[in-house]
Antibody
């Protein structure tokens, strides 16, 4: 069974750094792109970017490029989403999803709260 | 950038009703259009891919059609468990994805 398991909820101060994770199992992790999606409170889905774990090739939504970093460690079947300077506006639920022609499997989501 | 619009933004229907949601792309996207269901507090779930293909395990009351810029998603016989927000989503060969704004379905 394909599973994407994300790291737990985080509460951070503005200006802090954060890395959240998405661990895949039940399939050959390195051979499928993993994407990240943001959902701000009460809002819709926003595409952030995607990574190919085999070679760490990435594609970013221009709206998020430079704001976050997407990375992966294929040796431990894990993808990451990272911030270096969190803002209150980064408060959201973040999902990872596997691309197999379509976004067919999703993680459970990681809630990130940034508040002073 | 390709923009996606959906209508209506919300709707209320009765159990057993036929529900139709439309999605329009700002340019021709062929059939590169997927539909997702998101229930409160849950991750999105893929229902339809490539405009009209039913994802494995998804009930047959869900269907999709269209190509180019105009797409339709239909629930044939609304069930209580179908209460959710539905999103269309397009993608291109540069792996840029865009979601529609969503349609909230209520009973």
């Amino acid at each position: 069974e394909v599973q994407l398991v994300q790291s737990g909820a985080e509460v951070k101060w503005p200006g802090e750094s954060l890395r959240i994770s998405c661990k895949g199992s039940g399939y050959t992790f390195s051979q499928y792109w993993i994407g990240w999606v943001r959902q701000m409170p009460g809002k819709g889905l926003e595409w952030m970017g995607i990574i190919y774990p085999s070679d760490s090739g990435t594609r970013y939504n221009p709206s998020f490029k430079g704001q976050v970093t997407i990375s992966a460690d294929k040796s431990i079947n894990t993808a990451y989403l990272q911030w270096t300077n969190l803002k209150a506006s980064d408060t959201a639920l973040y999902y990872c999803a596997r691309l197999r022609g379509r976004l067919d499997s999703w993680g459970q989501g990681t809630l990130v709260t940034v508040s002073s | 950038d390709i923009q996606m619009t959906q209508s209506p933004s919300s709707l209320s229907a009765s159990v057993g009703d036929r529900v139709t949601i439309t999605c329009q792309a700002s340019q021709d996207i062929g059939k590169l259009l997927n539909w997702f269901q998101q229930k409160p507090g849950k991750a999105p779930k893929l229902l339809i891919y490539d405009a009209s293909n039913l994802e494995t395990g998804v009930p047959s009351r869900f269907s999709g059609s269209g190509s180019g810029t105009d797409f339709t998603f239909t629930i044939s016989g609304l069930q209580p468990e179908d209460i959710a927000t539905y999103y269309c989503q397009q993608y291109d060969n540069l792996l840029q994805f865009t979601f529609g704004p969503g349609t909230k379905v209520e009973i």
